[in-house]
């Protein structure tokens, strides 16, 4: 697990670039990104094989060898979030 971490902590400093916040949940495994909807998150996490980072429930993944790549494509998403009127609590879109 401490890669996964690791790989995570990456990504977080990598969206912090892209001016979003995540919170990494060293419980989870997981980085929880802020949306513009209050009390949804955008759920981050690195596949079972650690050689993708995944969200919106496995429908987007991206290689953790492209940690500023998988940011951009995650500030993408949240703004689509944005632009949709948000998403719906707890399913992780």
């Not at 990598?14 to 949804?40: G, I, K, N, Q």
């Not at 719906?88 to 879109?93: Q, Y």
């Amino acid at each position: 697990m401490a890669l996964e971490l690791d790989l995570l902590a990456e990504l977080r400093a990598a969206l912090a670039e892209e001016d979003l916040t995540a919170d990494l949940r060293e419980d989870l495994a997981a980085l929880a990104v802020s949306t513009d909807t209050p009390d949804v998150c955008l759920w981050v996490f690195v596949s079972f094989t650690q050689r993708y980072f995944s969200w919106a429930r496995g429908n987007h993944q991206h290689p953790v060898n492209d940690v500023a790549g998988a940011a951009r494509r995650i500030a993408t998403h949240i703004s689509g979030l944005h632009l949709l009127g948000g998403g719906e609590a707890g399913d992780g879109s």
